[in-house]
């Protein structure tokens, strides 16, 4: 007969350990400053005409008292909303806030999104209550943490009783054990947080808080940004701002609250050369970013780091960095002129398109950075001389003053330099220039064949990715290449007419991958293997590049090593290139002496262009710029008496 087992089944539920709502909530209920900034949200969302606050005055155990005009909330609705982690304020009552009946109506954005907001009065005591009345009914409930022990929720709801009340609104009720906020301290805080509006007020003891007022704003400006929307930037005019706004920075708003602080912090972690002294002391912007709502913080403390807050953030810097420059002109042209000034006696020996040049890199480094007077004169004295060594003004000085015989030992010197050694190095640069263009023209094309027309290109130019590649000795390797080709076994997948087109690559519906090699050598001089690998992937014109790509690089790698093909001392290098690389892939991971990089095709030709010098960039700024001469360093350098003419007359 079977063996009959007796049923011992038992059901365990998870606890939670006392310091669960301090990681669940975080600076809600840790920070008293967000924790009252919540409490009044809160009202905001219930659609209240009317806060008023009862504060301390004191630190000593005191009742604080919020009362709103809100919607209020049901037995059922209270014991939904307070019972449930991660409640889903949008999905269960919408985005917009309804208001109750009797209070007036506006276009409101409720701010709650999870409603971890309800349990900021823990901040302030271990329990609170909160009575909540609507359609002619109003019941208390006495909410109670249960830290220090094990349980099974972190806290504990009870319904103290129902009674009857006309109206509508909640109160939420507590006496203070800690966190305490000075009053008028308290008051400057929800005055800066809230944009002014007809239909929302806030009494702390009373008094009425003075709500931010955008009235004072001047020079708005509309920035569109494509596929995502519309923000509005402007600049504060300090003359008519309160005393509660003579903070300067950024400030960013969205649906009417303050997210973060009004500071130049992440305009200085932007901009880290920035140094913020004059334009910090002097202007103010306000930037209205609605479209950011789903990239705001739980608390409120900042934005989350998501694509489109990076984008929406690096118009806004652009252009208020543009702005300053604008606002401050006079300021940037007579830092110019002092630090000029100093360098006189050096930009009068040099050429006129020298000094035109030096005039221009000044104008860029104060279009980008604040530079201090001081630091400004010492850096034109650098590109001076700089100058005159690249012009030969130099050169021509020093040969002045060389003795015959030196003169003999530099003519043989210059013996050994022909015309043909020239002739082989610009050579070298044109054909380097004109794949440069080439590739300009196909990478972002969606239409571009990257087999036939991109790979063989970048074959020819690994010395982009670095002054190792540019070795003879480093060519397509087909060994390696066959691992590779090996791990995409349905062969009709490749899309090629003719296998034998390029047999030195592998085709994919939506890429081509190309593996090259160096040989390794013993301190014998004998080869031992491979050096360095490189394995570059190339995906179509408009690709994005994600963490997915990148793994699958590791798996090139992770085979390559697997087939004993290359050595543990062999480095791989994996490049993935695209049209974008998304933000989860930007940065190059690191295993051991195998790298996997992500870049985008406008990097790649940045680094081709910095491996040419950038010429491209300046003959075509030659050529195509009519001005050739800068008028501030010109007046600067201009005799001012005759026996400061110079040795030397300049036609321009």
Not at 187 to 195: A, E, H, Q, Y
Request: glycine content about 6%.
């Amino acid at each position: 007969m079977p063996e009959e087992h007796e049923s011992n089944q038992q059901e365990y539920l998870p606890s939670f350990a006392p310091g669960f709502l301090i990681d669940y909530a975080r600076k809600m209920i840790s920070d008293p400053k967000i924790a009252l900034i919540e409490l009044v949200a809160n009202c905001w969302d219930a659609g209240a005409d009317t806060v008023e606050i009862t504060w301390p005055e004191e630190s000593v155990p005191n009742p604080i008292v919020i009362q709103d005009d809100g919607t209020g909330m049901t037995k059922e609705q209270f014991t939904q909303r307070w019972l449930q982690f991660n409640y889903d304020r949008r999905e269960v009552q919408g985005e917009d806030v309804v208001f109750p009946p009797g209070n007036q109506p506006s276009h409101r954005k409720a701010f709650g999104k999870n409603g971890k907001g309800r349990l900021s009065a823990f901040c302030f005591a271990n329990r609170y209550m909160v009575t909540t009345w609507c359609n002619g009914e109003a019941n208390s409930f006495e909410i109670q943490r249960t830290a220090g022990i094990i349980a099974q929720a972190p806290y504990k709801v009870t319904h103290q009783e129902t009674f009857s009340r006309e109206g509508h609104g909640t109160i939420v009720r507590m006496t203070l054990v800690r966190s305490h906020i000075p009053i008028e301290e308290a008051r400057d805080l929800v005055g800066s947080k809230f944009i002014a509006d007809p239909t929302f007020t806030v009494h702390i003891n009373g008094v009425q808080v003075e709500l931010a007022n955008l009235e004072h704003l001047i020079d708005s400006h509309e920035i569109v940004i494509p596929d995502l929307g519309k923000i509005s930037v402007s600049q504060v005019d300090t003359q008519k701002t309160s005393k509660s706004s003579l903070l300067h920075g950024i400030a960013w708003w969205v649906n009417h609250r303050l997210v973060g602080e009004l500071s130049w912090e992440d305009y200085k972690r932007a901009n880290p050369l920035d140094r913020r002294t004059v334009e910090a002391r002097r202007y103010t912007f306000v930037v209205l970013a609605d479209l950011l709502a789903d990239d705001v913080m739980e608390d409120w403390s900042g934005f989350q780091e998501t694509t489109r807050y990076q984008i929406v953030r690096n118009e806004v810097f652009s252009y208020i960095r543009r702005r300053i420059h604008s606002l401050m002109s006079e300021d940037y042209k007579q830092s110019k002129r002092v630090a000029l000034e100093a360098n006189r006696e050096q930009l009068r020996k040099l050429s006129v398109s020298s000094r035109r040049y030096i005039g221009q890199l000044v104008d860029g480094i104060q279009e980008e950075v604040l530079v201090p007077d001081n630091i400004l004169i010492a850096t034109v004295g650098v590109l001076a001389n700089l100058e005159q060594a690249r012009s030969g003004y130099s050169l021509l000085e020093k040969l002045s003053r060389l003795e015959p015989s030196e003169l003999d030992e530099l003519d043989e010197i210059l013996s050994q330099w022909s015309v043909q050694d020239a002739r082989l190095v610009l050579d070298e640069l044109d054909r380097r220039l004109r794949l440069i263009e080439r590739l300009e023209d196909l990478v972002e094309d969606p239409t571009s064949d990257e087999l036939h027309q991109i790979h063989p290109l970048f074959e020819k130019g690994l010395w982009i990715f670095g002054p190792e590649y540019e070795s003879v000795h480093f060519r397509s390797n087909s060994s390696l290449l066959t691992v590779i080709r090996d791990l995409f076994k349905d062969t009709s997948q490749i899309p090629l007419k003719n296998r034998r087109w390029r047999p030195d690559l592998v085709a994919l519906p939506d890429a081509s991958i190309g593996v090259y090699s160096c040989d390794g050598y013993t301190q014998l001089g004998d080869v031992n293997g491979y050096g360095k690998i490189l394995v570059v992937e190339l995906k179509k014109g408009g690709s994005n590049i994600g963490l997915e790509e990148c793994q699958q690089g590791q798996r090139y790698a992770a085979e390559l090593r697997k087939s004993g093909k290359s050595q543990n001392f062999s480095k791989i290098v994996v490049f993935v290139l695209g049209t974008n690389v998304l933000s989860e892939a930007q940065a190059d991971i690191e295993q051991g002496n195998i790298v996997i990089c992500a870049r985008p095709y406008g990097v790649v030709l940045r680094m081709a262009h910095a491996r040419t010098f950038n010429l491209k960039d300046k003959i075509e700024s030659i050529r195509q710029d009519a001005e050739l001469y800068d008028m501030d360093v010109e007046e600067i350098v201009a005799p001012r008496t005759f026996m400061d003419m110079p040795e030397y007359s300049v036609v321009r």
